[in-house]
């Protein structure tokens, strides 16, 4: 393979495998360009006849290493970092330099480097942004340039994007508007793509699109490196999005494109606008709603009260909490619940009070799951227009809490103590990420319940000791789901992602419970096994895109060939000029 003045390893157009290992890749570049190219560059692991042939001599120490050589160093050096912010900007630059290192170094400590290099480290590094900058990834699209769209997204640093990650920065986790700032979740999200589902990185494309920031904070910070501007609002946005779209479109058509930490005001209406255009899909929305459904699953199994009979209180109404619900309807349903019925038995609680039919303050998602105000008229309430959260858990008396506000310390002792008078085995998930959004801590949820709450976080935590027992803590994380979402969809060839995809990836996941088999286990399996979780997602994807009719029949064998030669493994291959 010849690369110009892209620069990249670019992967074989079907499959996204990367060149076998008894094959020497062809690179055009020599010399310091080669080794300032982060996809080709391998530092010491060049080899003396590499290094003659592609103008290497004299531009690197002469002992050769290999990358199971150069472990070892880049690992003490991550280790030396005394802050986790350092220690994401050390990866980081690592990532800019060396990226098949980059990633075999992540791959051999993910379960120590994810928090890292996502949440919850993420966050304060978006927060941060502008003063930690190092070097540019992907394309950064700011609304002025608005008319040089198709120039923008020629100028990709390769031609063959497969997964395109995109963010307008206003939603950042539990953060809120952090500008250009939130770039930093697209390249976090495709780094796991990559080494949980093997996507081959020269097909990814981090998008931030730049249409100003309401946060006068980053307005006034002389470093800010965004469009100094209030946010783009109306018909305006919109029509910026639109031609963002159609761009996508013609550029990278084979693409699938995941919207990521936009407002709730967007979130929700560019899913429908254009999930039946392209082959796109929400992940705070589905792909939130899909891990939660996991989780939920295996704690039905071990409560032994199957899903379709729970009642499911929500903190929360925004994009992810709407997902979530849809996604737990869905299953409902497939248990055999009638569709209102499932609605029926979600309750959502807002910043206001109880989502219910007598408010007349409710936007459109949240009016599918108004309760009836008869179902809550004979309550014994202080206020019955302000329905609280306490006052919700005490007459529904639900099985499972879940928690999507960003309200730390939301799911109070009075509530889960109310909670667990009516319910042997209560589900608790504070999902609202960073750590410090989180509705709760475990070691209290355990201790509230006398130790019977099934717990999982949108964080990670440390195990809690109780009863004499460690308990782990299962992390309800999106990596779970997302990356063998794109998988799937690469090697099923699906032209588009539905709603049942994502049960399906739900009910993949949720056969990983280590609590199946151990009460103090989690609910969630560890990140160490995220690759061989996405490769089993991807299949269970596969299908269910053929059984949609989005995707080609295959047998189910044919269909996981395909998803293991799909999946790349970060290894250096032999050059030739």
């Not at 690197?60 to 991550?78: G, K």
């Not at 500008?179 to 976090?188: A, C, E, L, R, S």
């Not at 690469?490 to 419970?513: E, H, I, K, N």
């Not at 089993?536 to 299908?543: K, N, Q, R, T, Y």
Request: hydrophobic share 45%; net charge negative; proline share 7%.
């Amino acid at each position: 393979m010849t690369t110009g003045k892209k620069r990249v390893m670019r992967p074989d157009s079907e499959t996204q495998a990367v060149t076998p290992a008894d094959q020497r890749l062809t690179v055009s570049l020599t010399g310091q360009s080669l080794i300032e190219s982060p996809l080709l560059n391998k530092g010491s692991a060049f080899t003396f006849d590499e290094r003659r042939d592609l103008g290497l001599l004299g531009l690197l120490p002469a002992n050769i290493t290999t990358i199971e050589e150069q472990l070892p160093r880049t690992y003490a050096s991550f280790l030396q970092k005394t802050s986790d912010l350092e220690r994401y900007i050390y990866l980081a630059s690592l990532h800019d330099r060396n990226e098949v290192l980059f990633y075999r170094l992540l791959s051999e400590h993910i379960a120590e480097m994810a928090p890292i290099i996502y949440t919850p480290t993420v966050g304060l590094a978006c927060q941060q942004y502008s003063h930690i900058y190092r070097r540019p990834r992907g394309l950064y699209l700011a609304y002025p340039h608005r008319d040089q769209l198709d120039t923008m997204l020629s100028n990709a640093p390769s031609p063959d994007v497969r997964v395109i990650v995109v963010t307008d920065g206003e939603r950042i986790l539990g953060l809120g508007d952090l500008g250009v700032g939130g770039m930093g979740i697209p390249i976090g999200k495709l780094a796991l793509y990559t080494i949980c589902a093997g996507i081959h990185p020269a097909t990814t494309l981090p998008i931030m699109l730049d249409v100003g920031t309401n946060n006068r904070e980053l307005l006034d910070d002389p470093l800010y490196l965004g469009w100094r501007h209030e946010r783009v609002r109306g018909a305006d946005y919109d029509a910026f999005v639109e031609a963002f779209v159609q761009g996508v479109m013609r550029h990278f058509p084979h693409a699938i494109l995941q919207w990521e930490d936009f407002a709730k005001q967007h979130a929700g209406t560019l899913l429908e606008r254009y999930r039946d255009r392209l082959c796109t899909f929400n992940d705070d929305i589905q792909g939130t709603g899909a891990v939660t459904l996991a989780g939920l699953l295996s704690a039905a199994d071990l409560s032994g009260i199957p899903l379709a009979a729970q009642r499911i209180v929500i903190l929360g109404a925004g994009s992810a909490a709407i997902g979530i619900a849809d996604q737990i309807v869905a299953a409902m349903v497939d248990q055999g619940r009638t569709l209102a019925a499932a609605r029926a038995a979600i309750w959502l609680v807002d910043s206001q009070s109880l989502v219910h039919a007598g408010r007349s303050d409710l936007e459109p998602a949240k009016q599918i799951y108004a309760q009836p105000f008869v179902a809550v008229a004979d309550w014994a309430v202080e206020r019955p227009e302000r329905i609280t959260l306490l006052e919700v858990v005490e007459h529904v008396h639900p099985h499972a809490l879940i928690g999507t506000a960003a309200q730390p310390g939301a799911f109070a002792e009075l509530v889960v103590r109310a909670m667990a008078r009516h319910t042997a085995r209560p589900v608790i998930f504070p999902l609202s990420n960073p750590t410090s959004k989180s509705e709760a801590v475990p070691a209290d949820l355990l201790a509230w319940t006398d130790g019977r709450a099934l717990v999982a976080t949108g964080s990670p935590f440390p195990p809690v000791s109780y009863g004499g027992q460690t308990i782990t803590i299962g992390q309800c994380n999106n990596v779970f789901i997302f990356p063998g979402v794109g998988l799937g969809v690469s090697a099923s060839g699906a032209r588009r992602v539905t709603d049942t995809m994502f049960v399906a990836a739900a009910r993949a996941l949720s056969l990983w419970a280590p609590a199946r088999h151990d009460p103090t286990a989690p609910l969630y399996p560890s990140l160490a096994q995220a690759r061989a979780i996405s490769q089993h997602v991807a299949v269970a994807v596969g299908l269910a895109a053929m059984r949609a009719g989005v995707a080609e029949p295959l047998p189910e064998a044919e269909l996981a060939e395909r998803v293991r030669a799909t999946m790349w493994e970060p290894r250096y291959v032999p050059y030739t000029h």
